[in-house]
């Protein structure tokens, strides 16, 4: 029996926020479940408080995919989830290239924090260092699966079946996806920082904000002393185009992406 179902998920455009919250709601709906929590882990402060759930909870939980893995930044604080024997769905956001192994590191983090992952999925969301590979992903066609897979993990949570079906992904995991120059170097993007167009900025400070890792100098937003995840927050929600990366490795790198994976990759589902 569920008595809550739980939004819990990651989320720099919104992409994995759209699938988790929508399964949430048609479960909920299929499940006559009143009450959804939502609990959005993005902003460092949301971070400080330990993921708690109970028994009776559902959990739809997401992250995207981060060089093919679950974002390493992320990782001590999904290694506090309490999840006391609440059931789980596990949900992986990718960009078109792969999941690679995301979606098996999320649901093993689950499982280690005390949640019965019972389904999964990997979803396609628009690539977050580009406006068009994956373009305005999920779309109509993606809801429509997403909306298959809410009604099989009703269903089976109907059926009292609680059983952990196999996902895409191998274990152990494969090392974090590196790009590489057209001479096959590794092209080394962590240190890489969004710069800021002066002339259209308008102070706003939206971009300090909504950034993730709080990175963004909050008195001076051209400034970043922290760690930037390139999530790309800053960029796609910045309402005057101000912010941009001009890192050339960056670049060459979310170009090649853009003419490698040009084909559709659809959703793939596990229940
Ligand atoms: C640093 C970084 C690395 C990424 N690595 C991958 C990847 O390995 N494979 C992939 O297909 N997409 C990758 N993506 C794309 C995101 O997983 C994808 O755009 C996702 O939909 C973003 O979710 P959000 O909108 O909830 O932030 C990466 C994105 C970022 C920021």
């Known amino acids: 029996m569920i008595n809550r179902i739980c939004t819990f998920y990651f989320t720099g455009t919104d992409t994995t926020k759209r699938v988790v919250q929508s399964i949430a709601n048609e479960v909920a709906e299929r499940l006559n479940v009143k009450e959804i929590f939502d609990y959005n882990f993005t902003t460092p402060a949301s971070r400080e408080e330990t993921p708690e759930f109970k028994?009776?909870?559902?959990?739809?939980?997401?992250?995207?995919?981060?060089?093919?893995?679950?974002?390493?930044?992320?990782?001590?604080?999904?290694?506090?989830?309490?999840?006391?024997?609440?059931?789980?769905?596990?949900?992986?956001?990718?960009?078109?290239?792969?999941?690679?192994?995301?979606?098996?590191?999320?649901?093993?983090?689950?499982?280690?924090?005390?949640?019965?992952?019972?389904?999964?999925?990997?979803?396609?969301?628009?690539?977050s260092f580009s406006q068009i590979l994956a373009k305005n992903r999920p779309d109509n066609k993606d809801m429509e699966i997403v909306s298959e897979f809410s009604k099989k993990i009703a269903e089976k949570i109907e059926r009292e079946d609680f059983s952990n079906p196999e996902m895409v992904g191998e274990v152990p995991y494969r090392p974090y996806y590196t790009p590489r120059d057209r001479h096959g170097k590794g092209i080394d993007i962590r240190k890489v920082k969004p710069k800021t167009d002066m002339e259209k900025c308008i102070d706003c400070k939206l971009c300090a904000e909504l950034c993730p890792m709080g990175a963004i100098d909050f008195d001076d937003v051209s400034k970043v002393p922290g760690i930037c995840m390139k999530c790309c927050a800053c960029i796609k929600k910045c309402p005057t185009d101000a912010k941009f990366f001009d890192d050339e490795g960056y670049l060459y790198h979310a170009h090649e992406l853009e003419d490698l994976y040009e084909r559709r990759a659809e959703p793939v589902y596990f229940v």
């Open 55 to 127: 028994e009776g909870d559902l959990v739809i939980a997401g992250v995207p995919t981060i060089a093919g893995r679950v974002p390493n930044l992320l990782l001590p604080y999904l290694k506090k989830i309490n999840g006391n024997g609440a059931l789980g769905v596990a949900i992986g956001l990718y960009g078109n290239r792969n999941i690679d192994d995301c979606l098996v590191e999320l649901r093993d983090l689950m499982s280690s924090g005390g949640i019965n992952v019972i389904a999964g999925g990997a979803f396609v969301g628009e690539h």
